[in-house]
């Protein structure tokens, strides 16, 4: 699958973005999908992911301002972000997970800039 990010900007504290995610290549629906996120000098950490059957996992540091969702028909997997800080800022990166044969395969988008200014 192949994974095309899009949505980062520069946004003040307090404001709101959405970043996509399109999904290409292969059947979007059998996918986990998440959403992860690299500031300076720190760790990738995960966001937000919604399983194949639309479970949803959170981060506690953006539960209730982040909103992860998915397009079967788009084949697109969403991030709404609202109410951002500036400890927000980082490279957000689209994932997919898939399993075949009980063994685990992840796919990456390129990463995508959300920068938030006080």
């Known amino acids: 699958v192949q994974l095309q990010a899009s949505g980062g900007g520069l946004v003040q504290a307090g404001g709101s973005l959405r970043l996509s995610c399109a999904a290409s290549g292969s059947t979007f629906n059998n996918y986990n999908m998440g959403w992860y996120r690299q500031a300076p000098g720190r760790q990738r950490e995960l966001v937000a992911s919604?399983?194949?059957?639309?479970?949803?996992v959170y981060a506690d540091p953006v539960k209730g301002r982040f909103t992860i969702s998915r397009d079967g028909a788009k084949t697109t997997v969403y991030l709404q972000m609202n109410s951002l800080k500036p400890e927000d800022t980082a490279v957000y990166y689209c994932?997919?997970?898939?399993?075949?044969?009980?063994?685990?395969?992840?796919?990456w988008g390129q990463g995508t800039l959300v920068t938030v200014s006080s």
């Open positions: 919604i399983s194949s059957g639309g479970s949803t």
């Open positions: 994932n997919a997970k898939h399993s075949v044969l009980s063994r685990w395969y992840d796919y």
